[in-house]
C-alpha cells in the first residue's frame, strides 16, 4: 500500500532563514506529486505538482521552490523565510489512473 | 473558474443527531472529479469520496452518505447518527479529469468544521 512520509513533523524558523520540507512516498512508483499550503483560516492552497523526476510545476508565485530529484521524493525549499510561509504544509501523491490525492501527514511550520 | 463553495463554515450538532454538510462547486469542464476530506486535530486529510461527472448515483458507506446533483452543481455530504469521533474539519474539492494536458489538481472549498457534543 501507498505510504507518504513527511519531515520534520513541525519546525520554527526565524525569518530569512532556509527551508527544506522533505516528503517520500513508498508504494508506488512515477506517481504525480503535490505541495499544498495550508494557512491559518484552512484553505487548502496547491504550490507545486511534479509529474515526473526534474518536473516542476508552479502553481503560485512566491519564495518558495520544489524538486524533486528522485522519483518518490519531492523536496520543498526556501532561500528565506517570510513571516507569511507560516502553514500546515502537505504532501500528496496521486498514482495509476486515478486522480484520488493521498496526503501525508503534514509538517507545521512557524515563522517568528 | 473552477471554484468551490462551503458556506457552513461550523456546524454543532449533539451526538445522535443528522447533519448535512453542503458543497456547491462551479466548472466549465463537462468531465472532472469531486472529492470529499476529512482532516481530524491531528491534521493529516482523510480521503473519504470520489464521484466522476457522469456518475450522480447517491452513495452511502454505513453512516456516511453522499448525494451529487449536477443540475444544482451540489455534492452535499450527510453523517447519520452522528459521533463525537466525527468531529473534524471536513473539506470538499474538486479536479478535472486527467489528461494528457493536466495533472488532476484538487481545488478546495474552504471546510466546515464539525463539533459533535456528547
Known amino acids: 500500500s501507498q505510504t507518504i512520509h513527511q519531515w520534520p513533523a513541525t519546525l520554527v524558523q526565524p525569518v530569512g532563514s532556509p527551508l527544506s520540507l522533505e516528503c517520500t512516498v513508498e508504494?508506488?512508483?512515477?506517481?504525480?506529486l503535490y505541495w499544498y499550503r495550508q494557512a491559518a483560516g484552512r484553505g487548502l492552497q496547491l504550490l507545486f505538482y511534479?509529474?515526473?523526476?526534474?518536473?516542476i510545476s508552479s502553481e503560485v508565485p512566491q519564495n518558495l521552490s520544489a524538486s524533486r530529484p528522485q522519483d518518490r521524493q519531492f523536496i520543498l525549499s526556501s532561500k528565506k523565510l517570510l513571516l507569511s510561509d507560516s502553514g500546515f504544509y502537505l504532501c500528496?501523491?496521486?498514482?495509476?489512473?486515478?486522480?484520488?490525492?493521498?496526503f501525508g501527514p503534514g509538517t507545521r511550520l512557524t515563522v517568528l | 473558474a473552477q471554484k468551490v463553495t462551503q458556506a457552513q463554515t461550523e456546524i454543532s450538532v449533539v451526538e445522535k443527531e443528522d447533519v448535512t454538510l453542503d458543497c456547491v462547486y462551479e466548472?466549465?469542464?463537462?468531465?472532472?472529479?469531486l472529492f470529499w476530506y476529512k482532516q481530524p486535530p491531528s491534521g493529516e486529510l482523510v480521503f473519504l469520496i470520489r464521484?466522476?461527472?457522469?456518475?450522480?448515483q447517491n452513495e452511502i458507506s454505513g453512516r456516511y452518505s453522499w448525494n451529487f446533483q449536477k443540475s444544482t452543481s451540489s455534492f452535499n455530504f450527510t453523517i447519520t447518527a452522528s459521533q463525537v469521533v466525527d468531529s473534524a474539519v471536513y473539506f470538499c474539492?474538486?479536479?478535472?479529469?486527467?489528461?494528457?494536458?493536466?495533472?488532476?489538481?484538487?481545488?478546495f472549498g474552504q471546510g466546515t468544521t464539525l463539533q459533535v457534543k456528547p
Open positions: 500528496a501523491l496521486a498514482s495509476g489512473y486515478t486522480d484520488t490525492q493521498y
Open positions: 508504494g508506488t512508483s512515477n506517481p504525480n
Open positions: 511534479s509529474v515526473g523526476i526534474g518536473q
Open positions: 466548472t466549465r469542464d463537462t468531465t472532472y472529479y
Open positions: 464521484r466522476n461527472s457522469f456518475d450522480e
Open positions: 474539492a474538486l479536479s478535472e479529469a486527467r489528461r494528457s494536458s493536466n495533472t488532476g489538481k484538487l481545488i
